[in-house]
């Protein structure tokens, strides 16, 4: 028997005003700590100078915004930025969903705890130093994996890190090493609010592992699944700063330089927060668009969204 | 019933048991290496002799730096800053993801489009800055307990999990006359478990690796050890400008891994405690008819 | 369990936050009248060096000076970040802050009222004017005025600039091959030559960190300075220094002969291939210990480690004199002034702002306290022997070798809070190997220039300034790149270079920075 909820009135007030008590102190908190920063951005529109204060000095419109419209520089960072993310979410994305449903069919449960552990330790070794071992492991003169694969294809050692055509690869392969243990902790605390039962259904129904996974599983995650899409799409514009800058070289600076590090250079290594602020408004823009629509989207075909 | 072990079931598990294991190699190396080298002589490391077996086994690392001045205290102050705003946080997320998980609830959309609308858009550094030195927030511990209390990501992952939890379980509880503080408190939380251990990871492990709200906001006797583990490992990696005789400041390899052995072996157990809470199916046959 | 496992770590917290909690107090009560001066001050950390409060110059310099610091101990690598985000927004800003020079952002910062322009007050600052005089640098330090006419910060003062990087080889192969130490561009090719008949699979000349360390030492050679350590600070302009004043180095002849040269190391092998990559300290050690690299240019003190590393046997390097290129025989340019002490504006709102100027001019500028920073104290760490400073055997025999030992030990010799470098006194923490080698390049003269003068913009200026440097210097980074490896012909495509250059503004940066020299 479905609750009929009250719909409007005194009534309504009274019997959920319990709910909107808990909403009113993180609501106050939202409202302080993001909304009111936010009027910072109004310094995209005026100039910035050093010590005259944080709102800028004079109202110039949309000078920034012109600047780096009509920077060449900054249409290829977009588009690197662009391709570099899109990769990394149709690799990236379907991999840690895969790891976790494959982790949860383990049956003995100390290897299953072993491996679940050891895959999120990644996280944890900083980004200088996964440069700095995947550098050695693929330094041309003394590089292991780097003899490895000249070996195997039997050409000279190529210098990996500095060819333009391997940088994108060796992002991503670096990003499934570091983050899929660790995003799969999500999809993992998901697969355990299935009830058993189904699995019980399924079996009896015939239902092989495989056809178990296809039709109980992913179904149930579904929502979990698409509510991490939705917001993958959404950051799509914003990625890992810092391992970028550091796997940066000249050689390869035509597909790795990406909008964060050109804000970085001319941005904020200029002090011209302006600029950065102005850049930061437009990525957000898109950003708003991304999640509006693939939000949308998800509803309509699967029925689960954000909002 | 008896499960018969078909041919079939024995591959099955057979190819995820090996999948696993190559996953647990690769990640797992990495990290021997970090011990070999963090445990092993300087001139065994520059001679390229060490793999994933110390060579030259000395402990001289860990003792340098335990000696270094302010190390321990730092690391108190990350351990306060991880517990303590994780509770923080836990607690304003579960207040605010359950209200939002009622779909049907007036204001719900438009606070769900707010929360969104916040992880787009920022103040930038400055306005925020200036909003925590107003609020007389700046030098103190509460500079890095109060702002990052509610990350969106996280709302919007709980509010998922308490969605997820069947309505038939809430109304039995609302006709058996309990209100909605009870029902969070005694139902849906205890139901919550796996979600609540995610968020609760996800928010340590933030305030773990937190260094640059620190850096900008406390006084150095505040300041946490990823800091320090920055100051040690990065060094003048970054520097841009004049270089100069900072180039030459580099620390040995085996510091460097003794520093990222001791600053994050603490969070990386955490983990085992945490699985306890991904227990399967807590929820079955707690409502019957 | 759960709640045990919180309780526990509530309780580690609890004693780690109050573990050296009672250190951070000073423990000086002020005495009744005057009472010492109590300020607060940012400290740029370095990780070899790391500060400790009880630092015996510490403790001596604030007795010296009367003063009670609180020290705000910050990473090297965020120090630049902490510090423009107080000076710019003037919360929390300190009463000091160390090792500043007043350029680029600081400078439009320090026009904007942002920075007490120390000038002002030279009345309160005698001890720094006592040590200009006696160095002869006061038109060196006139020159460190903005546009308005006004000096904003106390520089570190060098009497006279010492050579403590430059070109380092093996010693030991050079004699086994027979061959005498270069001095020139040309004879260093040849032994590079040979080393690599020698030893095919080696690469002989290699870099520290990253190849702006080379360009940094080795261009003057040639008459420019290019790059992300460009002594002008603007990337792609270099100076003149016999006509005073800037040109475009990065499109110039000099530079093409630079260019020509290095390829022609890269293209025969004899340049590591890795340099596109930072090299590490440690792998750079680990090249040269190895022998797998023979030749760098570096940094003296670093000799020690990589040699004590290595495992072949009769390994030996030597630091020589600069070589000569087609401009003469430089090194990396130094300023006789470096980075110094600054004064954020709210601290010039001081009742006792003269008492805080007079105390620092103490601390640092003094002729007791130049001692105490370069040396530590008489009778502690060194004694005076017929004149001569004679260190205490232990730190005669440390392996760190003595400079390193006094910079960790005690806190001597740091960039940060040693405002006043004297040669001689310098030297007696150095090896007589050392000495030699300073001597022989002082008798070359001229080797060490000075930096070129930055110029006086006004914040406007400036960033138009910053908006041509950045394209600038994205485009001179790959073209350098392609020139170097030879993906791009130097002869066939210098003139597109030339015209992208052109292009992008480099003449009209070259205007803005000339007219405001």
Not at chain 2, 153 to 162: E, G, R, T
Not at chain 3, 506 to 512: D, N, T, W
Request: net charge positive.
């Amino acid at each position: 028997m479905r609750e009929q909820h009250t719909k409007q009135g005194k009534l309504y007030l009274q019997r959920y005003w319990p709910l909107y008590a808990m909403m009113a102190l993180p609501l106050a908190y939202f409202i302080v700590f993001k909304y009111l920063p936010m009027f910072g951005n109004v310094l995209a529109f005026r100039r910035y100078r050093p010590g005259m204060g944080p709102w800028g000095t004079e109202w110039v419109g949309l000078r920034y915004f012109q600047r780096f419209f009509q920077d060449p520089a900054f249409w290829s960072a977009f588009r690197n930025t662009l391709f570099l993310s899109l990769l990394n979410l149709v690799i990236n994305f379907p991999i840690p969903i895969a790891f976790a449903i494959l982790l949860n069919e383990v049956r003995n449960l100390h290897y299953k705890k072993l491996v679940q552990t050891v895959s999120y330790m990644p996280r944890f070794v900083s980004t200088v130093v996964v440069i700095a071992i995947i550098s050695d492991l693929l330094s041309p003169s003394t590089g292991v994996l780097n003899h490895f694969f000249a070996d195997l294809s039997g050409k000279d050692p190529v210098y990996y890190m500095n060819e333009p055509g391997y940088f994108r690869r060796i992002y991503v392969l670096l990003d499934t090493w570091q983050y899929t243990g660790w995003t799969a902790i999500i999809y993992l605390a998901a697969i355990t609010a299935i009830p058993q039962e189904l699995y019980e259904a399924a079996t009896i129904d015939g239902a092989g592992h495989w056809q178990q996974i296809w039709y109980v599983t992913i179904p149930e995650i579904l929502p979990t699944i698409m509510i991490m899409l939705i917001m993958n799409v959404g950051r799509l514009l914003s990625l890992g700063f810092e391992k970028v800058l550091l796997m940066y070289t000249p050689a390869n600076s035509g597909v790795s330089d990406i909008l964060d590090t050109l804000v970085y250079r001319t941005g904020l290594a200029n002090q011209n927060y302006s600029y950065a602020t102005a850049m930061g408004l437009f990525t957000g823009v898109i950003g708003i668009m991304l999640v509006a629509s693939s939000n949308a989207l998800s509803r309509k075909l699967t029925g689960d969204s954000i909002y | 019933m008896k499960t018969y072990k078909t041919r079939s079931t024995v591959a099955y598990y057979l190819f995820i048991d090996i999948l696993m294991g190559i996953v647990l190699v690769m990640c797992l190396t990495p990290f021997l290496y970090i011990i070999a080298t963090s445990l092993s002589s300087p001139e065994a490391i520059i001679n390229g002799k060490v793999f994933i077996i110390p060579r030259g086994l000395n402990t001289q690392a860990y003792r340098q730096i335990f000696s270094y001045p302010n190390f321990f205290h730092a690391y108190g102050n990350t351990i306060f800053y991880t517990v303590f705003g994780t509770m923080i946080a836990l607690c304003m997320t579960t207040l605010f993801a359950y209200p939002l998980s009622k779909t049907w609830l007036k204001g719900n959309k438009l606070v769900m489009k707010l929360v969104i609308f916040s992880m787009f858009f920022s103040g930038g550094l400055i306005p925020n800055y200036l909003l925590i030195s107003s609020l007389h927030l700046t030098n103190t511990r509460w500079a890095i307990l109060l702002p990052f209390c509610i990350n969106q990501f996280n709302l919007i992952l709980l509010i998922n999990f308490f969605k997820s939890i069947p309505s038939d379980i809430e109304e039995a509880a609302i006709i058996d006359g309990l209100g909605y503080g009870g029902i969070l408190l005694r139902i849906v939380l205890p139901l919550s478990g796996a979600g609540l251990a995610t968020i609760a990871l996800y928010t340590a492990v933030f305030f773990w690796n937190d260094w640059f709200n620190s850096l900008i906001y406390l006084k150095s006797t505040q300041f946490p050890v990823m800091l320090f583990l920055r100051n040690i490992v990065n060094g003048t990696t970054m520097l841009g400008g004049e270089g100069g005789s900072a180039d030459k400041g580099a620390l040995s390899l085996s510091i460097k891994s003794a520093v990222i052995l001791v600053s994050t072996l603490p969070i990386i157990m955490i983990y085992p405690f945490v699985q306890r809470f991904f227990v399967k199916g807590v929820m079955v046959g707690s409502v019957k008819g | 369990m759960k709640k045990t496992m919180l309780v526990l770590l509530l309780c580690v917290a609890l004693v780690g936050i109050s573990a050296q909690g009672t250190k951070e107090t000073v423990a000086t009560t002020p005495s009744a009248a005057a009472g010492p001066v109590k300020l607060s001050l940012f400290y740029s950390d370095n990780a070899t060096l790391p500060f400790k409060n009880d630092w015996l110059t510490v403790k001596e310099a604030e007795k010296l000076a009367g003063t009670q610091v609180e020290w705000e101990i910050i990473p090297i690598a965020d120090y630049q970040t902490k510090v423009s985000l107080a000076l710019n927004t003037g919360a929390n800003a300190p009463d000091v802050i160390l090792y500043q020079s007043i350029t680029g952002e600081n400078a439009s910062l320090a026009l904007n009222g942002a920075i007490v322009p120390i000038s002002d007050y030279s009345a309160w600052t005698p001890n720094f004017n006592a040590r200009v005089k006696e160095f002869g640098l006061e038109d060196t330090v006139a020159k460190l005025a903005l546009s308005d006419g006004k000096r904003y910060n106390l520089p570190s003062l060098f009497d006279v600039p010492f050579y403590d990087g430059g070109i380092i080889i093996r010693a030991d192969l050079l004699a086994k091959y027979g061959l005498k130490a270069p001095k020139t561009f040309d004879e260093f090719y040849d032994v590079l030559k040979t080393f690599k008949k020698n030893n095919p699979d080696s690469y002989p000349l290699t870099i520290l960190a990253g190849p702006r360390v080379l360009y940094r030492f080795t261009m003057p050679c040639f008459g420019i300075s290019l790059g992300r350590n460009a002594s002008s600070g603007s990337y792609v302009l270099s100076w003149d220094y016999t006509k005073k004043q800037y040109f475009a180095g990065a499109i110039s002849d000099q530079y093409k002969a630079y260019i020509t040269y290095f390829h022609k190391l890269f293209a025969e092998g004899l340049l590591d291939p890795e340099m596109a990559d930072p090299i590490d300290g440690t792998k750079w050690s680990q090249k040269m210990a190895t022998g797998k690299a023979m030749a760098t240019w570096a940094y003296y003190d670093q000799i020690g480690g990589v040699t004590a590393a290595s495992t072949i046997p009769g390994f030996k390097l030597q630091m020589y004199p600069s070589l000569a290129g087609p401009a003469g025989a430089h090194n990396q340019p130094k300023a006789k002034t470096g980075a110094g002490i600054v004064f954020p504006a709210k601290t010039a709102k001081r009742a006792d702002f003269e008492q805080v100027v007079r105390a620092i001019d103490k601390m640092f500028y003094s002729e007791e306290s130049a001692k105490l920073w370069c040396l530590g104290v008489e009778g502690q760490t060194y004694t005076m022997k017929d004149g001569k400073v004679q260190f205490t055997d232990k730190y005669m025999k440390d392996p760190r070798g003595i400079y390193k030992a006094l910079q960790q030990d005690f806190g001597c010799g740091s960039d940060v809070t040693q405002m006043v470098w004297v040669n001689k006194r310098e030297m007696t923490k150095y090896d007589e190997n050392y000495a030699a080698i300073n001597a022989e390049v002082e008798k070359m003269g001229n080797v060490i220039q000075e930096l070129p003068p930055r110029p006086k913009f006004n914040d406007v200026d400036a960033e138009t300034a910053g908006s041509y440097q950045t394209p600038l210097a994205d485009a001179w980074e790959r073209w350098n790149n392609a020139f170097l490896t030879g993906a791009k012909s130097i002869d066939a495509d210098w003139d597109a270079y030339v015209a992208e250059m052109k292009k992008l503004g480099i003449e009209k940066m070259l205007e803005l920075y000339n007219k405001n020299r």
